[in-house]
């Protein structure tokens, strides 16, 4: 995957590079906010998967980058700065960023986030694929388009979240998903302080679903779902 790294700190981008390129990115880096838009003209048979925008640039404010950036492309915009108010977050979320990640940061997490987006993406604003309308895992049968689940034919009642946190690990059943690609995905939001509300969601899960084997925890990493003989 092409990645357009936005970074005016060019000891800051030469190191992310080398880390994002040991882990298969072919990494451009633009030092200004013009140089980014110039990057992201259609003049490239291969476009880039993934933008990491610093704010503090020193030709514009990032937001204002990422409100053009938006105008021109869909490509996953992740914003990466030390302004870790609430306030900011949500200011960059609103102009259009599918992510936010904080200064300084883990590492596996800015990995994490930048495939989560990649394959929404992928799966979702780009193409068209077959909808898939419901999904049957043993005993449980779960409704996309109408947020329904039943086990045993038994409706079962969901929170907006429980539906969305099953929903995105019944689709991939058996795969291991990182708490911090959980939160980033259901909860739109970093994973600090938000680990104990994971952890609540899943327990309210086995619980109302009277399946505590359905969801295994995987310890230090994440959780995955093991479907249920049938």
Not at 9 to 36: P, Q, T, Y
Not at 67 to 83: E, H, N, Q, Y
Not at 176 to 188: A, C, H, K, L, T
């Amino acid at each position: 995957m092409r990645l357009l790294l936005v970074e005016d700190d060019n000891h800051v981008a030469a190191a992310l590079s080398a880390i994002l390129a040991r882990h298969g990115f072919r990494v451009v880096h633009a030092r200004s906010g013009e140089e980014a838009l110039q990057a992201l003209l259609p003049a490239h048979t291969e476009p880039f998967g993934v933008v990491l925008l610093d704010l503090g640039l020193p030709d514009q404010d990032g937001y204002e980058v990422c409100g053009k950036i938006r105008k021109r492309t869909s490509t996953p915009v992740i914003m990466v700065t030390a302004r870790a108010d609430v306030r900011s977050r949500i200011h960059g979320l609103n102009l259009g960023a599918d992510d936010y990640v904080v200064k300084p940061y883990d590492t596996g997490e800015l990995l994490a986030r930048i495939h989560a987006v990649s394959r929404r993406k992928t799966t979702g604003e780009d193409t068209v694929p077959t909808p898939v309308a419901a999904l049957r895992l043993g005993h449980v049968h779960i409704e996309l388009p109408t947020r329904r689940v039943s086990v045993d034919g038994a409706e079962v009642q969901l929170t907006r979240k429980e539906f969305d946190l099953l929903a995105l690990l019944a689709q991939r059943p058996g795969v291991v998903f990182r708490r911090e690609q959980i939160i980033s995905e259901v909860w739109r939001t970093s994973w600090e302080g938000t680990g104990r509300t994971l952890e609540v969601h899943v327990a309210s899960l086995r619980s109302k679903l009277r399946l505590p084997a359905l969801i295994e925890t995987v310890r230090g990493v994440g959780y995955r779902l093991v479907a249920p003989s049938a």
